[in-house]
């Protein structure tokens, strides 16, 4: 039998981190110490990584929607920023890690930009892998924010309707420059994007895992890689790339 024709490693892959609460609540613990485990299990990640040649991880770490919940929990919820670019930073340099935060400012308590804004600023400088954190982050408001743009853009006589198409609408995205997603990987089983890289995820392939996101570790995350590696993508034609 012929070798097995594998994919390479996916340069980015993208990270929706669900089922924190549930996996606390199993426990008997407050919910918070579920995300706070979480924490743990993107640190795994981030890690294990460049072992598989991945140069971009994004973490769906708080969607817009996400204000909704108890205002206790949104609350500590804005505090793990702080507390793990305070823990991180350092090892992160080391690692040559650079950040990016994907999501709009608005209603994020300052100290917690603060801390964005300055683990931003200490790794702009590094080359290698690169960690998107969506923040406040959702595809729709994403698209809506590049609408804009785009609107005064062409008020502002840069570009004309007729010029407007996809690569017009996308140079307008938060990280525009940002390779999208070969690879979508949602935990606790759930089979949806949750208004997560909505324009981004057009020819993503998608991975459902039904663990909890703190239990995900090095092993999970390889043999979902290693699944990845066998699939044929297509992107809507007759041939695999």
Do not use: C
Request: aromatic share 10%; proline share 6%.
């Amino acid at each position: 039998m012929a070798d097995e024709k594998l994919l390479p490693y996916p340069a980015h892959v993208a990270l929706i981190m669900d089922g924190n609460g549930r996996w606390a609540q199993n426990r008997g613990r407050p919910r918070i110490f579920g995300h706070q485990a979480g924490v743990e299990a993107m640190r795994r990640v981030i890690r294990a990584a460049p072992d598989f040649s991945i140069k971009y991880l994004t973490f769906y770490a708080f969607s817009s929607e996400n204000w909704s919940r108890p205002d206790q929990e949104v609350s500590l919820l804005m505090r793990l920023p702080i507390q793990f670019f305070d823990s991180d930073l350092p090892e992160l340099m080391r690692n040559n890690v650079r950040l990016l935060i994907s999501g709009r400012r608005g209603g994020v308590p300052q100290p917690t930009l603060d801390a964005i804004d300055n683990a931003v600023a200490q790794t702009a400088g590094n080359t290698g892998l690169t960690v998107i954190i969506a923040f406040n982050y959702g595809g729709r408001p994403e698209i809506v924010d590049a609408v804009r743009q785009l609107i005064s853009d062409v008020q502002a006589g840069n570009v004309t309707p007729q010029e407007i198409d996809e690569q017009e609408l996308q140079k307008r995205l938060y990280h525009p420059n940002v390779p999208d997603p070969d690879l979508i990987i949602r935990s606790a089983g759930e089979l949806r994007l949750s208004n997560f890289l909505l324009w981004q995820s057009a020819y993503a392939e998608f991975a459902a895992w039904d663990g909890f996101w703190p239990d995900f570790d090095r092993e999970v995350f390889e043999i979902i890689l290693g699944n990845y590696r066998r699939r044929v993508r297509r992107f809507g034609g007759l041939t695999s790339i």
